[in-house]
């Protein structure tokens, strides 16, 4: 991997912990059923100070975003990369 694919990796995986599962669970909420299925907490995703290394489990105080905040900075660039890719993928079927 070059060192734009490893950026992109670390923030797949950065950002994978606030996405849902295919069971519907976030990892940064852990064991957390509250926020994990109750329908007006499920959807307020708090950034937190650090994680659990081995679960993704939101760990800390939550009102102290710090570094973690970046997680929405790498969701939009991800977004956008995905996008460009999406658009020159269209325009080679398109035979552009």
């Known amino acids: 991997m070059n060192l734009d ?3 992109d990796e670390l923030s797949r995986r ?9 069971k519907g669970r976030r990892p940064v909420f852990g064991t957390n ?3 994990q ?3 007006h907490w499920r959807d307020y995703v708090p950034f937190y100070e650090y994680f659990h290394g ?3 489990s939101g760990v800390g105080a939550s009102h102290q975003t710090g570094w973690t905040a970046l ?3 790498m969701i ?3 977004s956008l990369r995905q996008k460009a890719v999406d658009e020159t ?5 398109q035979g552009r």
Do not use: H, I
């Open 5 to 7: 694919e490893v950026a």
């Open 14 to 22: 950065l950002v994978s912990t606030f996405q849902r599962d295919s």
């Open 33 to 35: 059923e509250k926020f």
């Open 37 to 39: 299925s109750d329908p």
């Open 54 to 56: 081995d679960t993704g």
């Open 71 to 73: 997680v929405t900075k």
């Open 76 to 78: 939009d660039e991800l």
């Open 89 to 93: 993928n269209l325009r080679a079927v």
